[in-house]
């Protein structure tokens, strides 16, 4: 199950690791090891970017919805996570609730 506080933990947990060896190899004069580590800790903040990047592009898609007047879309979480499929929930409700509300006073103007 891909949840937003598995992915988040797991990449602190790896760069916190990857600095104390880095450190390490580098006081010992392993220089070939503190490339590497270096190397990988480049990679798992490029991954934590991505990460972020996901949650960014998911409000980003809401606001574009919500300018275009386009409020018939559902928000899709980016992880299984219950906090993040609760939020996906409340923003789609949202979304909902201000398509009914624009038509109800649509109705209004007519009359």
Partial sequence: M???GYYLILHILGLTGL??????AMLHGLWFCTIICGLLLIG???????????????MYRLVECMKQNDLG?????????PQMQK?????????????????????????
């Fill in 73 to 81: 879309q559902r928000v899709c979480a980016p992880f299984a996570d």
């Fill in 44 to 58: 798992i903040c490029y991954s934590l970017y991505r990460i972020q990047i996901r949650q960014t592009e998911t």
């Fill in 19 to 24: 600095i104390i060896a880095g450190v390490l």
């Fill in 87 to 111: 939020l996906a929930e409340e923003l789609s409700q949202a979304l909902k609730n201000l398509r009914t509300r624009i038509v109800d006073e649509e109705v209004k103007h007519q009359y």
């Fill in 2 to 4: 891909k949840t937003y």
